[in-house]
């Protein structure tokens, strides 16, 4: 069940939220664990089996980790001052299994469980930090539970630590300010998704299928795609972040207006931000981060990317992927990162885009070759002229689209909002009228329209 399907937002979350604020304050924890797993339970049975056993294990592994750290010995000490110890070895066999159930079900033929790569680097992310000493597990398995199958983020995330969990699950911050911010970013990223996000897929399709291929339509069907993958993506983080406020919870947010970066460097630091810090904070600073000599510091870049590459997919799309970021990168940090820096804002932001946006090929080609073949048709090569009658139509039909999704891309839409707030009463009046006609916009295009999936859902 999606947070865009109509039986969600029409009958689970309303029928979530009254028994949740109705409920007594010490068992509100329970009714959330409870709501959870009926949310996860809808995605199939065997999906909940999964979930399950990944809890029970990762809670026991927890336990056992923080015993061992308090009786800790050493096992074995190596070069470069590397220690095993008894703990260390624990965490160690405990995230391998994690990884090899992630493997399991990314790179063979099973059915992959929704939200599998979110929950399992959620609870790799509780173990280590059980390991380095940030909080101590709870012997009652329940809040481990909660904190890994928590509806609003189990199927694709953000990702949150545990510890800024903790608190929350024992006394959320259930105000009318959260639960009013809450609704309004929920309604936000419906927008985002369906408005924005579905049709953009539309127009992408329209471009894939015309019968000759010329520049123009492979331009138009990239920045499609690449407009699309943002609203669809950020609109399910904003509605997730949304849900957890209304219930009473407080998540950082997981982009900020990436398409505004000035460099790859600074686009990778505001898109899908929570998924940045887990590679940073459990693959980057434990290879030794930027800390050390440049050769190490080359690999250590592109170990985190193949890294991120392979977390998204199996195929050799995804690898290459990888690289490609890593490599743009490393340019970007030792080549011409200085040079660029000095050139306008906007010619920064208009390269980095590109650079994206010719990224995003691998993602939705169907293999490597494809991918190569269609960034040769952005340049002329294979395509029957620059443009024609079907490409011109293309645009001039989605000319209004490409407008207002670049506008809703970047604050402005936010500033006018703001800007409008001012007038007290009247902004206030006149901001909950457009949040209304929203929603009603969206609901009228779920109701009218065939239901499209979060493309993430398959990561």
Request: net charge positive.
């Amino acid at each position: 069940m999606a947070f865009s399907n109509l039986s969600f937002v029409f009958f689970f979350l309303p029928l979530c939220l009254i028994l949740y604020y109705l409920a007594p304050k010490k068992i509100k924890p329970g009714v959330m664990l409870l709501a959870s797993l009926v949310f996860y339970a809808w995605t199939g049975l065997n999906n909940l089996l999964v979930l399950v056993l990944v809890i029970v294990f990762n809670w026991a592994a927890g336990l056992e980790i923080y015993y061992l750290k308090g009786r800790d010995r050493l096992l074995w000490e190596g070069p470069s001052s590397f220690r095993l110890t008894l703990s260390g070895l624990s965490l160690a066999v405990s995230v391998i299994l994690n990884v090899l159930v992630l493997a399991l079900y990314k790179y063979t033929s099973l059915a992959m469980p929704l939200g599998v790569s979110f929950f399992l680097f959620s609870a790799i992310s509780y173990l280590a930090d059980i390991f380095k000493g940030d909080f101590k597990p709870r012997t009652n398995p329940f809040y481990c539970a909660l904190y890994l199958s928590f509806f609003p983020k189990v199927t694709m995330g953000p990702i949150v630590r545990y510890q800024d969990m903790a608190d929350q699950m024992v006394q959320p911050q259930l105000t009318a300010d959260n639960l009013t911010e809450g609704a309004l970013l929920f309604m936000t990223g419906l927008f985002k998704k369906v408005l924005l996000a579905d049709t953009l897929s539309k127009s992408f399709a329209s471009c894939a299928a015309l019968s000759s291929t010329t520049v123009l339509s492979s331009w138009l069907g990239m920045i499609f795609y690449g407009l699309q993958l943002y609203f669809d993506f950020s609109g399910y983080s904003d509605m997730a972040i949304g849900l957890s406020r209304m219930f009473g919870f407080n998540s950082r947010s997981n982009f900020n207006y990436p398409y505004l970066a000035a460099g790859l460097s600074d686009f990778w630091r505001r898109w899908h931000i929570t998924l940045g810090a887990w590679f940073r904070d459990y693959v980057y600073i434990p290879l030794g981060g930027s800390r050390v000599s440049v050769p190490r510091h080359l690999f250590n870049l592109m170990a985190v990317w193949i890294l991120t590459g392979l977390w998204h997919g199996s195929t050799w799309n995804y690898l290459l992927w990888g690289l490609y970021n890593g490599l743009i990168i490393i340019l970007d940090k030792y080549v011409v990162g200085k040079a660029l820096s000095k050139a306008p804002r906007f010619v920064q932001i208009l390269l980095t885009d590109l650079v994206v946006f010719v990224g995003w090929i691998f993602f939705f080609s169907p293999n490597a070759a494809s991918a190569f073949t269609y960034m040769g048709q952005l340049f002329g090569a294979q395509t029957v002229s620059f443009s024609n009658a079907q490409a011109l139509l293309i645009l001039k039909e989605n000319l209004p689209l490409l407008v207002l999704s670049l506008l809703c891309a970047g604050p402005a839409m936010l500033k006018i909002r703001d800007l409008i707030c001012r007038r007290q009463k009247i902004g206030t009046a006149v901001i909950t009228v457009c949040y209304a006609v929203l929603f009603v916009i969206s609901i009228a295009f779920m109701v009218s329209s065939t239901y499209s999936t979060f493309l993430y859902f398959k990561f």
